[in-house]
């Protein structure tokens, strides 16, 4: 029965590392995936600087598409 005890243990605590170490590597993803979005929403807000006109085009050409999608009957 102790031979069964510590083979549970044993796997147990490798499982526990095993989380950890999934967990830790999804932290790392998060933010990483954090910083490459805050770049790239600082590019999208420069080239609105630059282009003030086609952004605001844009804006209103997607948002009627989206409008007629849900509202669709």
Do not use: F
Not at 5 to 33: P, Q, Y
Not at 38 to 61: E, S
Request: net charge positive.
């Amino acid at each position: 029965m102790t031979t069964i005890k510590k083979s549970v243990r044993e796997t147990n605590d490798a499982m526990s590392e095993l989380l950890h170490e999934a967990g830790d590597r999804i932290a790392e993803l998060k933010d990483e995936s954090m910083r490459t979005l805050g770049k790239r929403l600082g590019d999208l807000g420069g080239a609105m600087r630059q282009r003030p006109l086609l952004a605001i085009g844009l804006g209103i050409g997607l948002g009627y598409v989206l409008a007629r999608i849900v509202h669709r009957e």
